[in-house]
C-alpha cells in the first residue's frame, strides 16, 4: 500500500488571454524539462493532456526515441525521466489510466495564479498527502496551460493549491517554473551529509 502523485499538464480546457476556452499547443521544452522535475521529486507518471491525435502524436514521437535501447544507453538520466511520460486526451483519460495502473482512489488538486476562497496552502497539503489516510491514494495535480485551467477544470477539484507570491506584483511564472517551484515545496527533502 502506497501513496502516488501523477502530473497532468492541462492543454485543454484552458482559458485564453480574454478567458475563453481553448486549447493550447503542446511545446517540446514542457514535456523534456517537466519529465525531469516528475522523476525529481519521485512521481509515478506525467500526463501530457491534449485532445488533438496530432498532438499527441508529437509527444509520443518525442518520447518514443527515449524508450529505446540506444537512448537508453546514450542519455540513461533523460530516458529514465521520459519513460514516465504519457499524452493523454483529457483529464477523464488520465484518471482512467490512474484507476487501471496506480489505484482506484484518487483526488484532484488543481493549481491557480489566481486567489481562491477555498485555497490550501502548501504545509497544509504537504500534511494532507503525507498522512496515514493518504495510503493507496493517487493524487492527480492538474497544472494548465494558457491563462490558466478553465472553471470546468477549477470545480473537478478536491483541492486547489494557493498561488505562488513573490515580493512585488508581478505574478506570470511559466508552468515550468510553476510546477518545479510547487513540487519542490511539496516534496524537497533535506540534502544528504556530506562524508
Not at 37 to 59: C, K, N, W
Not at 61 to 76: C, I, S
Request: with cysteine; proline share 4%.
Amino acid at each position: 500500500m502506497t501513496i502516488h502523485h501523477v502530473l497532468g499538464l492541462v492543454h485543454y480546457p484552458c482559458l485564453g488571454k480574454e478567458g475563453e476556452v481553448q486549447s493550447t499547443s503542446i511545446f517540446n521544452v514542457d514535456v523534456h524539462d517537466n519529465a525531469r522535475v516528475v522523476s525529481t521529486y519521485g512521481l509515478d507518471a506525467f500526463h501530457v493532456i491534449h485532445p488533438v491525435d496530432a498532438q499527441r502524436e508529437m509527444v509520443e514521437a518525442m518520447t518514443g526515441f527515449w524508450k529505446t535501447d540506444k537512448a537508453r544507453l546514450r542519455n540513461p538520466d533523460r530516458a529514465h525521466a521520459l519513460s514516465k511520460t504519457h499524452a493523454i486526451a483529457s483529464i477523464e483519460e488520465s484518471i482512467k489510466w490512474i484507476q487501471a495502473h496506480l489505484s482506484d482512489k484518487y483526488e484532484i488538486v488543481v493549481t491557480s495564479a489566481i486567489a481562491r476562497e477555498q485555497n490550501t496552502g502548501y504545509g497544509e497539503m504537504r500534511a494532507l498527502i503525507e498522512a496515514p489516510e493518504s495510503t493507496d491514494k493517487t493524487y492527480l495535480w492538474l497544472f494548465g496551460t494558457g491563462h490558466g485551467l478553465a472553471d470546468v477544470v477549477m470545480e473537478m477539484a478536491d483541492h486547489t493549491l494557493a498561488p505562488l507570491y513573490g515580493p512585488t506584483a508581478y505574478n506570470h511564472l511559466s508552468v515550468r517554473a510553476a510546477i518545479a517551484i510547487i513540487l519542490d515545496r511539496l516534496f524537497a527533502v533535506d540534502a544528504p551529509a556530506i562524508t
